[in-house]
């Protein structure tokens, strides 16, 4: 049997920024973003030093934080939409 250990785990959070610099906090590292979305992450420590700097835009943080924005700021969940191929 296998188990998990969330002991001295943290809750981290992350910052997704999409190729248009618009950013928004996730909890995982998701890897099947579209390829044409460019997304890259970042720490939240990156994110205080960054978040008025105006080349960037904070977006909406999802609730379910399986997908992503695209060039309209429209948000695409993994679960109802499927990925551009």
Not at 31 to 41: E, I, K, N
Not at 63 to 69: A, E, H, L, R
């Amino acid at each position: 049997m296998l188990a998990v250990s969330t002991a001295g785990a943290e809750n981290k959070t992350y910052i997704a920024c999409n190729q248009w610099n618009e950013c928004w906090k996730v909890k995982e590292h998701v890897t099947a973003y579209p390829a044409d979305v460019h997304v890259v992450f970042r720490d939240s420590t990156w994110w205080d030093q960054h978040q008025h700097d105006a080349q960037w835009r904070e977006l909406p943080d999802p609730t379910n934080d399986n997908g992503w924005y695209d060039q309209a700021g429209a948000w695409h969940d993994f679960e109802t939409t499927a990925p551009p191929r």
